[in-house]
């Protein structure tokens, strides 16, 4: 596997963890009593951070699909598409880099991004933001451990 491959998928790693940490930081303060405006201003924080975080894994995907698979999905569709394409396992090439299980999840914070992206931070709905932060940061270290069997593989050098 090419090194700088290597390096850009850890550091986007790296820079997820954070998004993580920071995120948790900002649930916590949702436990205290708060001023309406402060709360507001936390949750579009947190969906700002959903947001930033699918953009890292995503960064992961099209790198993959780039500098592997030589092949990287386009038109309207392309984001839902290039998570379906990390999913399956290319023959004599690399093996698949996310489950089915984390494709799901992962197909959620895409929807959500496309939300963020759409409307005005005020109309987030607040309880849905939370919800999401909660199962899908819950999940970060099944994408983690699953990126790191991709890049041993890749080390050994036994699939790609």
Do not use: C
Not at 16 to 32: A, G, P
Not at 91 to 113: C, G, K, V, W, Y
Request: charged share 25%.
């Amino acid at each position: 596997m090419n090194p700088e491959l290597k390096q850009r998928i850890q550091q986007e790693l790296k820079e997820m963890i954070q998004i993580i940490k920071q995120t948790e930081q900002f649930l916590t303060q949702l436990d205290k009593p708060l001023e309406s405006t402060i709360e507001t201003a936390l949750i579009s924080a947190i969906a700002l951070n959903l947001h930033s975080f699918y953009t890292g894994a995503e960064r992961i995907f099209e790198a993959i699909a780039k500098e592997i698979d030589r092949s990287v999905p386009t038109g309207q569709n392309w984001h839902r598409q290039l998570l379906e394409q990390m999913t399956v396992e290319i023959p004599q090439l690399r093996p698949a880099l996310i489950s089915e299980d984390t494709r799901f999840l992962f197909d959620e914070l895409r929807r959500f991004r496309h939300v963020v992206r759409s409307i005005y931070a005020y109309q987030l709905d607040r309880e849905r933001v939370l919800d999401i932060a909660k199962r899908g940061f819950a999940y970060f270290s099944r994408f983690t451990s699953e990126i790191q069997h991709f890049l041993t593989l890749g080390l050994e050098g036994t699939v790609i």
